[in-house]
C-alpha cells in the first residue's frame, strides 16, 4: 500500500521542481526584452485600425525592425560582454554587471522610439516606446541604488499600456488588459520563486514600469 500511495501523490521536492519549471519558464517567454516585440505585433495584427492603410510588407518590415533593435541587439551585446569577460554570466545577477548593459540597451530603446516618432506611426506605438526607453532609464538609475527587479519593470510599463488603452482606444477590449494583468501576476509570482530579488525589488519595479509608461502617455 505504501509503494502504491508513493507512486500515486508526488513528494514536495517534485511539486517544486514542477513550480520552478513553470516559473523560468514564464520569466523566458515574457523576458523583458520581448514586451516591446510582444505589443507591436499586437498593434499590427491584433488591434483593428492602429497600423491600417499601412502596406503588409511595411507592417511586417516595422515589427523586424523593433524586434532586431529591441531584442536582437541587446541580447548579441550582452553576448559580447560575457565573451569579453565584462560580465559573469547573462543573467546578470549583481546591479554591477547591469550597469553596462543597461546603459546599452538604453541606446537601442532610444533609437527605436526616435525611428518610429520621427516615421508615420501610430501615436499609440510611438507612446508605447517612449515609455519603455523611459522605464529602461528609470531602472538604471534605480540600479545605482539596488537591484531592481528589471522583470517587474516591464510587467508594470505591459500593465499600464493596456490599462491606459482601455480609457484612451474606442476598439479596447476588457479581455486585452485581463491577459495583462494575468501575464503581469504569473511573471512577477515568477520571479518571487526563482530570483534572489527582494518584495522592495519586484514591487518597485512594478510601479516604475507603470509610472514611465503613464508618463510616456502625456506627451
Known sequence: MSRVSHKVHQSPQEHNAVV???????????HPLFIA?????FLIFVHPIAFAG????????????????TVFLPFFS???????????????????ERVIPYAIVMIFYF??????YKLDSPPVIVHFLL?????VCAAWMCNIFYKISI????????????????FHDSYASGVYLSLATLIAGLVCTSRFI????????IYTGLLTGMLTQFIAWQF
Open 20 to 30: 520552478r519549471f513553470f516559473a523560468h519558464f514564464f520569466s523566458f517567454i515574457f
Open 37 to 41: 516585440a510582444y505589443v507591436t505585433a
Open 54 to 69: 499601412f502596406d503588409p510588407k511595411l507592417k511586417m518590415f516595422r515589427l523586424i525592425s523593433v524586434f532586431f533593435v
Open 78 to 96: 550582452i553576448f559580447l560582454l560575457l565573451r569579453l569577460r565584462f560580465i559573469s554570466s547573462v543573467y546578470l545577477r549583481t546591479a554591477r
Open 111 to 116: 533609437w527605436i522610439w526616435y525611428v518610429f
Open 131 to 135: 515609455g519603455a526607453f523611459l522605464a
Open 151 to 166: 522583470h517587474s519593470v516591464a510587467m508594470g510599463g505591459l500593465l499600464m499600456f493596456f490599462l491606459l488603452f482601455s
Open 194 to 201: 526563482v530570483s534572489d530579488h527582494s518584495a522592495f525589488d
